[in-house]
C-alpha cells in the first residue's frame, strides 16, 4: 500500500513540473532569441490525456518574429469578429496548419493527422504568447 502511495505521490507531482518551454515552441517551429517572462504554466495529464498549456511576455524582436512567420502560412487572412477558419492547410509529414489573424490577436495552429497531437499558439498586440499543447 505504501508503495501505491509513493508512486500517487511522484506521477501528481511529475504532473505539475515546469515544461521546457523552447522544445514545446520548436515543434512548431518557433524559436525565441531574445529572453521572456513566465507568467503562467500548467501542465496536466489525466486518463490517457496530456495538456501542456503556458503564457509568455516576449520581445519585440520575437513578437514581430513570429507574427511573420504566421503571415508565410498558406492561405494566412485576417478575418474580421466573428468569423473563423474553417479548414487547415496541409503542410507535409501529415501535419496541418493554420495561420490567421482575429482583432489584435494572431493565431498559429498545428495539428496531426497520424497522432492525437494539436498545438496551438496566439499572441497578443501586448506581445503576450499563449501556448497549448495537447494529446489524447
Not at 29 to 41: E, H, S
Not at 45 to 70: P, R, Y
Not at 98 to 112: H, I, N, P, R, T
Request: charged fraction near 30%; include cysteine.
Amino acid at each position: 500500500m505504501k508503495y501505491c502511495l509513493l508512486i500517487l505521490t511522484i506521477l501528481l507531482f511529475s504532473c505539475n513540473s515546469e515544461p521546457n518551454y523552447d522544445d514545446y515552441l520548436r515543434q512548431m517551429d518557433i524559436v525565441l532569441t531574445d529572453n521572456y517572462k513566465v507568467l503562467r504554466q500548467n501542465t496536466d495529464g489525466a486518463m490517457g490525456d496530456f495538456i501542456v498549456d503556458f503564457q509568455l511576455k516576449i520581445s519585440d524582436k520575437d513578437f514581430e518574429n513570429i507574427i511573420a512567420k504566421i503571415k508565410q502560412t498558406e492561405n494566412y487572412r485576417e478575418y474580421k469578429s466573428g468569423e473563423s477558419p474553417n479548414s487547415f492547410s496541409s503542410i507535409g509529414k501529415n501535419y496541418h496548419i493554420v495561420g490567421f489573424k482575429l482583432g489584435d490577436k494572431y493565431f498559429y495552429k498545428k495539428e496531426s493527422d497520424s497522432e492525437p497531437v494539436y498545438y496551438e499558439l496566439i499572441v497578443d498586440s501586448d506581445k503576450t504568447l499563449n501556448f497549448t499543447y495537447a494529446e489524447d
